[in-house]
C-alpha cells in the first residue's frame, strides 16, 4: 500500500483545512488508519484513528472537538478535517495505515506511511 497525503496549506488561527490521504490497492479498506504530526524539534505524536469499518474512532486530547477524522473505502481514501486551529497545529501531518484494521494512538503499530503535508497556522 502506498499512501499520499496532501491538502496542507498556510491557514490563519481559527482556520480550517481538510486533509487528504489517498491509498493505492484494493486492501485499504481493511486497514485501519491514522494520522500523525510532527512539529519541528519535537517527536511524531498521535492525532486521530479511525478502525477499518469506522466504527471506531479515536482523538488525542489536544484535537478532540476540532478535528474529525473519517474515511471513503469506497475511494481508498482517508480524511481529516482539521476546524479552529491553532499555531500549535503547525505541523507535518503524516496518515498511516495498520494493516491489523484497528485504531492504534501506537506509531509502532502502523505499516506504510504517506510522505507527509505541511500545515502552518499563522497567528
Known amino acids: 500500500v502506498q499512501l499520499q497525503a496532501s491538502g496542507g496549506g498556510l491557514v490563519q488561527a481559527g482556520g480550517s483545512l481538510r486533509l487528504s490521504c489517498e491509498a493505492s490497492g484494493r486492501t485499504f479498506s481493511v486497514y485501519g488508519m491514522g494520522w500523525f504530526r510532527q512539529a519541528p524539534g519535537k517527536e511524531r505524536e498521535f492525532v486521530a484513528s479511525i478502525d477499518w469499518n469506522s466504527e471506531r474512532i479515536l482523538y488525542a486530547d489536544p484535537v478532540k472537538g476540532r478535528f474529525t477524522i473519517s474515511r471513503d473505502n469506497a475511494k481508498n481514501t482517508g480524511y481529516l478535517q482539521m476546524n479552529s486551529l491553532q499555531p500549535g497545529d503547525t505541523a507535518v501531518y503524516y496518515c498511516?495505515?495498520?494493516?491489523?484494521?484497528?485504531?492504534?494512538?501506537?506509531?509502532?503499530?502502523?505499516?506504510?506511511w504517506g510522505q507527509g503535508t505541511q500545515v502552518t497556522v499563522s497567528s
Open positions: 498511516a495505515a495498520d494493516i491489523s484494521g484497528s485504531y492504534s494512538k501506537w506509531l509502532q503499530n502502523y505499516d506504510y
